[in-house]
């Protein structure tokens, strides 16, 4: 009796140790809501994104409930639920931001300039090694033509936007289907009348490809390998 006593409140204890993870994953208490039609509460986020979810919660992944709702009826469930899973916003309530955004997000130039780097690796010569630096030449981006080490290299980048419509494939199933646009979506609302939280990103209009930020390495280990090998062999001639 007492082994099932302590694995009792093992259980127990995990449980509630699952219910703080619940908590603090995103999980949160329900709000009061004496509405008995069925509807969609307008819940808002920090960035001031608006997106009406049919949730009781006082917060909602990332978003804050509201008082406001719209009515709606059975039919709309479904729709509502996957506008929920495909974490979709309807640009009609968020016309405001989005005019914002695209006014303040204009084309601008990026100039391209080099940098070095410097890491470690082991060298072997015979039955010696030794840790040599290898000198690497690192590539990137900036906005600012006054940089130190350009290369003359420049980019046009701009913002492309996406904006989608949910359309009955011959399943009954519905399907996402996107538009994209590098100066407006606002214009194809009617058609197009839903985006997501990150609906916009910088696109590299030079090379019309989508703009990395990551660095583009020149390695340079071969130069530094025959040095590297070359005062191992050093090294071995003055033990000799």
Known sequence: MKFLRTNFKKILAVLGMGCILMTTSGCSKKAECNI????????????????????EYVSYEGYTREDEYIALDEADKKLYRYLDDRNLLRIDDNIELIQADQAENQNFMEYRYSYSSVIFLPIRAGKTSIIVPFRRTRYNWTRDE???????????????????????????????????????????????????????????????QEASYEDVVEDTREENSKEGTSKVLKLEEKRA
């Open 36 to 55: 008995e039609t069925y509807h969609a509460h307008r819940y808002v986020n920090d960035k001031k994104m608006v997106r009406y979810i049919d949730q």
């Open 146 to 208: 006054n940089h130190e080490n350009l290369t003359g290299e420049t980019r046009l980048c701009g913002y492309y936007y996406t904006s989608y419509k949910i359309e009955v494939d011959e399943y009954g199933k519905y399907v996402l289907i996107p538009c994209q646009d590098h100066e407006d979506i606002i214009s194809h609302k009617d058609e197009f009348p839903y985006i997501k939280e990150d609906y916009y990103q910088v696109i590299d209009i030079t090379n019309n």
